[in-house]
């Protein structure tokens, strides 16, 4: 079934994890989650394609996995913190691939993070462009009253 659009589909380079997102990838999730076992990460180098059989996935990820590319995998479904793990089998740091995702080198990529990180100008949600951001005040300071409200039963 294809994907149901969003306002925030749009946002350059950017796949939001929503509910429809988590259902979609539940095979590739299931599968970097079980490389949190020793015995799991052997069995997977040892014969990768054959150790994928073990999930529900869809050819497209099957191969996204295979071929590492990690923006396809959370395009599919996969969540940045699990498809981390296989990075991590593989003996990579979080900023390889985050710096692989974005098409720098990991010096490029913290020198941009240390500076600041990446520019909102072009980075922008196309449909959200122009609005100003909504107020969350409200909702703060009413969570704040609730909590103290808490407090003070207790």
Do not use: W
């Not at 979080?94 to 990991?106: N, R």
């Amino acid at each position: 079934m294809p994907r149901a659009q969003h306002d925030y589909d749009d946002i350059p380079g950017t796949f939001v994890f929503d509910a429809e997102r988590s259902r979609q990838g539940y095979g590739i999730n299931m599968f970097c989650m079980s490389l949190m076992k020793d015995e799991n990460r052997k069995a997977f180098k040892a014969n990768e394609a054959e150790y994928l059989k073990k999930f529900n996935l869809t050819p497209e990820q099957t191969d996204a996995i295979l071929k590492r590319d990690y923006n396809r995998m959370l395009e599919l479904g996969g969540n940045i913190y699990f498809t981390a793990k296989l990075g991590a089998t593989d003996g990579h740091s979080f900023q390889h691939l985050a710096a692989l995702m974005t098409g720098s080198s990991q010096q490029d990529y913290a020198a941009m993070m240390l500076s600041g990180g990446r520019s909102v100008e072009g980075n922008r949600s196309k449909s959200g462009k122009g609005k100003p951001a909504k107020s969350k005040s409200k909702s703060k300071s009413k969570s704040k009253s609730k909590s103290k409200s808490s407090a003070k039963r207790k």
